[in-house]
């Protein structure tokens, strides 16, 4: 069991920002927000992860509501190379990935 | 950048073989994960594996699967008597930490493409 809700599929123009949302309302304190992404049939890449705090690195911004129900992964200008399924996992201490179906984001030229 | 490989890319055997499956996780990495993707759908969880033993294993994860760490540097998996419900991608991981800590990422191989016939 994920945990999570994501939403199967979004499109986003090539240039862009991809904003997508993952549902986390039963969420415990201990419980961080990880975001891996699997392009065609590649391995997971790790992208980011918070806990309370909005997170930014080089690939994309994690935003998570102050309630932590919820968050959001931002890939602020996104490219044709970024068409892939994106995983929105929550992992506490002690538990390994559970990956679900993700959502499947498609960039348009 | 360091990065996890994976040998063979594609594997075809028979039903009922023996198949091993490699993996060099990158090199200051001491915690060592399989997961499987069966065409069309979850990447799913089969073992970790640290300090030269299993750390935690899925259902998945029966008496026909093993895991070992031969040498200093690859770790593998074998499938003793494949059934054709093994076609899967196989991919393997590595992490400098593992479940003990709050956070932690793990770095995935290319896979391996493991058809059975």
């Known amino acids: 069991d994920a945990k999570t809700t994501q939403p199967p599929s979004m499109d986003c123009a090539e240039g862009r920002a991809a904003n997508l949302p993952c549902n986390h309302s039963?969420?415990?304190?201990?419980?961080?927000v990880y975001w891996y992404r699997q392009i065609h049939s590649q391995g997971p890449q790790y992208i980011i992860h918070?806990?309370?705090n909005n997170e930014t690195n080089e690939m994309a911004s994690l935003i998570i509501t102050e309630d932590r129900k919820s968050s959001t992964l931002i890939l602020p200008h996104a490219t044709l190379r970024d068409t892939a399924v994106y995983y929105c996992?929550?992992?506490?201490?002690?538990?390994?990935?559970?990956f679900g179906p993700g959502t499947r984001l498609s960039v348009l030229p | 950048e360091p990065e996890v490989t994976q040998t063979p890319s594609h594997q075809v055997t028979q039903m009922g073989q023996e198949v091993i499956l490699h993996c060099v996780p990158i090199?200051?990495?001491?915690?060592f994960y399989w997961y499987r993707q069966i065409l069309g759908q979850k990447v799913e969880f089969l073992v970790s594996?640290?300090?030269?033993?299993?750390?935690?294993k899925s259902e998945i994860f029966d008496d026909q699967f093993s895991v070992e760490r031969p040498d200093g540097s690859n770790f593998t998996l074998k499938i003793r008597s494949t059934k054709l419900e093994d076609s899967a991608m196989y991919f393997c991981a590595s992490s400098d930490r593992g479940t003990g800590r709050t956070t932690y990422e793990q770095y995935f191989g290319p896979g391996t493409r493991l058809t059975v016939t």
């Open positions: 996992i929550r992992k506490d201490y002690g538990q390994n990935f559970v």
């Open positions: 594996f640290y300090n030269n033993e299993i750390s935690e």
């Open positions: 918070g806990l309370k």
């Open positions: 039963t969420i415990s304190g201990n419980e961080y």
């Open positions: 090199s200051n990495h001491l915690y």
